[in-house]
């Protein structure tokens, strides 16, 4: 299996900012923005369903709001739970490679992603639309 690695000789202590960075950029920051308009639509959703009730004949109009308030929800999480291994990981690798590089002369070679973090965020990929 061939991967594409970063090397960070001259500044090994930069990746682990690196990072940081992107977990910050392509993991908190989205899903921060997705659980705000999330929430935001599944309130609408929620409370249009509500005043939907008070009509006679809107059930099935409640009944669909409600189940798309649920979907984005799931979206969320399966958002959240599956791109988290894989930045966790990465930091993990990092963390380790700069400890193993400040107590030895000579820089380590850096390790490989656990596949299975990688997989499952290509796996998200077949929920999310």
Known sequence: MHTCVEHWHQHPSRKTIYTVCLFGLLYLLPLLAMSVFSW????????????????????????GRVKASKVVMVLLAAFSICWLPYHVVNILIDLRQAAANSSSETPTTPATPVPTAVTEDYLVTTLLP
């Open 40 to 63: 935001k639509l599944s309130r609408r959703l929620v409370s249009t369903a509500r005043f939907s009730r008070d009509q006679a004949g809107q059930n099935s109009v409640t009944q």
